[in-house]
């Protein structure tokens, strides 16, 4: 019987990958300097971004978010900044690629050290349904350093988030996510989304039919790239500040619907 779910399981996941043929976002960072800003806008600051974050995150400055290689690199730096001690990068593609439903990919290269905590993630573009987190957060991959082997998938609504401590997400272990490239993504309907690595879903968030305070994710959101230093959750067990500077590196990503 278990052999059986299994099946049924990953040929759900094939055909919803199947579903969702038609490229419609791409970047595949084929070019050098800045980020593309037809595509990219950043995010500012070093307010602790809600998490008692550490990094001052910086505009279109080259020591922290830069494309070479093929790849773009968002670097988180340690070096007295505004007030702060590291600098790092938040991009988003709100306003300039904005998607309801769908498979996002992104093929990264996390980096590695205790109190580092990159994310690859989705917000809404409009929030019609208020305030975080009714309007629904798609965590697709986020790893903190101090669990080298881990990476973990999760969604937040007003029902379930991390603040009251009912938020739905999952951890995989993997060895050498700060060694090797992997394809974080998801397969996104109204019926539910699907986390995977490499291809492969290891997380299911499904809509029951509850209503937006469970899924608000039926309308448009857009793609967060960071790299976060510290914080309730990555600095947990504190930050080694003789690992920085620290990048993850972005090979592609690509939207399908």
Known sequence: MRLILMFIFCACSGMLQAQFSRLVWSEEFNYKGLPDSSK????????????????????RR??????ENGMLIIEARKEAYNGGKFTSARLFSKGKGDWTFGRIEVRAKLPKGKGIWPAIWMLPTYWEY???????????????????????????????NHVIGTQKGKGLLMKGLGDEFHIYGINWTNEKIQFQIDGKTYHEFANTGSGIDDWPFDKAFHLLLNVAVGGNWGGKMGVDESIFPQSMLVDYVRIYQ
């Open 40 to 59: 990219w806008g950043y995010d500012s600051g070093g307010h602790g971004w809600g998490n008692n974050e550490l990094q001052y995150y910086t505009v």
């Open 62 to 67: 080259l020591e922290n978010a830069r494309v």
């Open 130 to 160: 208020g305030d975080w987190p009714r309007a629904g957060e798609i965590d697709i991959m986020e790893f903190v350093g101090y669990l080298p082997d881990s990476v973990f998938g999760t969604v937040h609504t007003k029902s379930f």
